[in-house]
């Protein structure tokens, strides 16, 4: 059974957790990566501008069996609810591809 996911809705859009820093992902390639992806608890801390360490400690207490690095670079981009996506990752640095805009070849 697939567990329901809480995501943060406004406007049509959902929040998407992306970390578009080089180094570390955020959520790419993790066992975890759909909630921490959907993370409501981190994008209300994102967004009162909560300080690095408090995020820090927010993300360890949901999240205490990943690799949390990526987190500092963490932003929230808004995507149209029930556009579907992907986060694709190069040398740490994530973003958002959209299932509408890739080209796919069939052989």
Not at 52 to 74: K, M, N, R
Request: aromatic share 12%.
């Amino acid at each position: 059974m697939k567990t329901l996911i809480n995501k943060v809705i406004r406007n049509g859009k959902v929040a998407v957790l992306v970390s578009p820093g080089y180094g570390s992902g955020w959520s790419h390639g993790r066992e975890s990566a759909e909630a921490m992806v959907f993370c409501p608890e981190l994008v209300e801390a994102i967004e009162r501008d909560t300080e690095p360490h408090t995020l820090q400690l927010i993300a360890e207490t949901l999240f205490s069996d990943e690799y949390l690095g990526g987190l500092d670079d963490v932003v929230i981009e808004w995507v149209d609810v029930g556009r579907k996506f992907r986060i694709t990752e190069y040398d740490g640095f994530e973003s958002i591809e959209f299932a509408d805009k890739c080209q796919w070849f069939k052989g």
